[in-house]
């Protein structure tokens, strides 16, 4: 039997001062110096998938954990539901501290597909990240994955669910459809950002084209999923996106990533369109922050500077999100 006061998932409420202890009283006085007003664009909120897969705590605990640390907002991401009406309510929960959390939508079947009504609905409610589909996605079902399998054994008609629900980016001669094109176009018009959510490499091509000929941000999610080789990410930043590499796939067990490659992919694309995230929401990983901690850390050790660090963890992030910049 799990003991309630080391289950983050069911721990009681404390003041700020207790709920952070536990991790940072064991860290180094400077711990937190590389997250200095960071933003993670990329976090999945408590629950995501499911209320029985529990994984960091309450999305209140780990922001005031996160604030600890430096970092200076989130934007907070599903795989199933919009999260901006929820985004409010913990910012008006940590309305004490600098502490800002941004909502996203998501446009997997539940929550209205690729269409620019659901965009401008999404927008309506303050979104300020609209992700193409994930799971929903026709090639992510084509490939499965841990998202499709932490579906399926809380609802186990979901396979066929997604695969008749299952959405392409482009048509059969590989040019986006006239429904993403559409989403896109509304994005940019309501100056939202865009991110790519679980589309192929060819489809996020298409994407980054079409955003860089309308003057959309686009933030290509963890690419290393989809290409052979780093130096291809570069057909990406030539294109004005953004690149994303994301600390997920390092923990999980079945994961085949390491920093290395991570470290390889940056040498190779350079730090000025590039941002760091998290992407966690396991058991078997840290909270947010010291994940974001750790992440820093060991690319710093194996030689990444300061600035490139600032670069993309401050500076890139709060660019993609249009911003104001951080001061210092």
């Known amino acids: 039997m799990k003991n309630d006061a080391t289950d983050p998932a069911r721990a009681p409420a404390a003041d700020s001062s207790s709920r952070d202890a536990p991790w940072t009283a064991a860290l180094p006085d400077d711990f937190g110096l590389l997250l200095r007003d960071a933003v993670d664009l990329h976090v999945h909120g408590q629950p995501d998938v499911s209320r029985?897969?529990?994984?960091?705590?309450?999305?209140?605990?780990?922001?005031?954990?996160?604030?600890?640390?430096?970092?200076?907002?989130?934007?907070?991401?599903?795989?199933?539901?919009?999260?901006?009406?929820?985004?409010?309510?913990?910012?008006?929960?940590?309305?004490?501290?600098?502490?800002?959390?941004?909502?996203?939508?998501?446009?997997?079947?539940p929550a209205g597909g690729v269409s620019v009504t659901v965009v401008e609905l999404?927008?309506?409610?303050?979104?300020?990240?609209?992700?193409?589909?994930?799971?929903?996605?026709?090639?992510?079902v084509?490939?499965?994955?841990?998202?499709?399998?932490?579906?399926?054994?809380?609802?186990?008609?979901?396979?066929?669910?997604?695969?008749?629900?299952a959405i392409s980016l482009t048509d059969g001669n590989g040019q986006l459809t006239g429904a993403v094109r559409e989403v896109l176009d509304a994005c940019r018009a309501l100056d939202l950002s865009v991110a790519t959510g679980h589309a192929s490499l060819r489809e996020s091509r298409a994407v980054a084209e079409y955003c860089?000929?309308?003057?959309?941000?686009?933030?290509?999610?963890?690419?290393?999923?989809?290409?052979?080789k780093p130096d291809q990410l570069a057909e990406f930043t030539s294109l004005g996106a953004f690149v994303e590499f994301c600390n997920a796939p390092l923990l999980h067990p079945?994961?085949?990533?390491?920093?290395?490659?991570?470290?390889?992919?940056?040498?190779?694309?350079?730090?000025?369109?590039?941002?760091?995230?998290?992407?966690?929401?396991?058991?078997?990983?840290?909270?947010?922050?010291?994940?974001?901690?750790?992440?820093?850390?060991?690319?710093?050790?194996?030689?990444?500077?300061?600035?490139?660090?600032?670069?993309?963890l401050v500076v890139n992030p709060r660019r993609f999100l249009a911003l104001p910049e951080a001061a210092g």
């Open 52 to 109: 029985r897969f529990a994984n960091r705590g309450s999305d209140i605990a780990v922001a005031r954990l996160a604030h600890a640390y430096g970092l200076r907002g989130w934007v907070l991401k599903s795989h199933l539901w919009p999260t901006m009406d929820r985004a409010g309510m913990i910012r008006d929960a940590l309305a004490d501290i600098d502490f800002d959390v941004y909502g996203s939508i998501t446009l997997n079947p």
């Open 122 to 140: 999404a927008a309506s409610h303050d979104a300020k990240v609209i992700f193409l589909p994930t799971w929903g996605n026709a090639a992510d």
């Open 142 to 165: 084509a490939r499965g994955g841990y998202i499709p399998d932490r579906l399926t054994l809380v609802a186990p008609s979901f396979p066929p669910y997604a695969s008749s629900h």
């Open 212 to 228: 860089s000929g309308i003057g959309a941000r686009v933030l290509i999610t963890h690419p290393l999923h989809y290409v052979e």
């Open 254 to 312: 079945d994961g085949h990533h390491t920093i290395r490659e991570v470290y390889a992919g940056l040498e190779a694309i350079g730090a000025e369109q590039a941002v760091l995230t998290t992407d966690i929401f396991s058991r078997w990983v840290p909270p947010e922050p010291e994940c974001l901690r750790v992440f820093a850390e060991q690319l710093s050790y194996l030689g990444a500077s300061a600035r490139d660090l600032r670069q993309m």
